[in-house]
């Protein structure tokens, strides 16, 4: 079996608000990014927009065959 990578999903979670956090979405980001770039990616929207950089979720599809 070989494993085909499809794309990668980044969320990026900003804001002061717990309850209603903001939430920006990067699709078809690079297979296998380092924690080193979503941290500094994360900075750059935080001074952007002014709001902190809390956390961001990173999801990978791939398609076995």
């Known amino acids: ?3 085909n990578w499809k794309k990668t999903t980044i969320t990026f979670i900003l804001g002061n608000d717990v309850d ?3 939430k920006i979405v ?3 980001a690079v297979a296998a990014p ?3 770039q979503i941290e500094a990616f994360g900075g750059y ?3 952007l927009t002014g709001l902190p950089f ?3 979720t990173v999801a ?3 398609a076995v065959a």
Request: charge should be neutral; charged fraction near 10%; aromatic fraction near 0%.
């Open 20 to 22: 209603h956090p903001v």
């Open 34 to 36: 380092e924690a080193k």
């Open 60 to 62: 990978t599809q791939t």
């Open 1 to 3: 079996m070989q494993t």
């Open 45 to 47: 929207l935080a001074g």
């Open 54 to 56: 809390h956390a961001a």
């Open 26 to 28: 990067l699709q078809n």
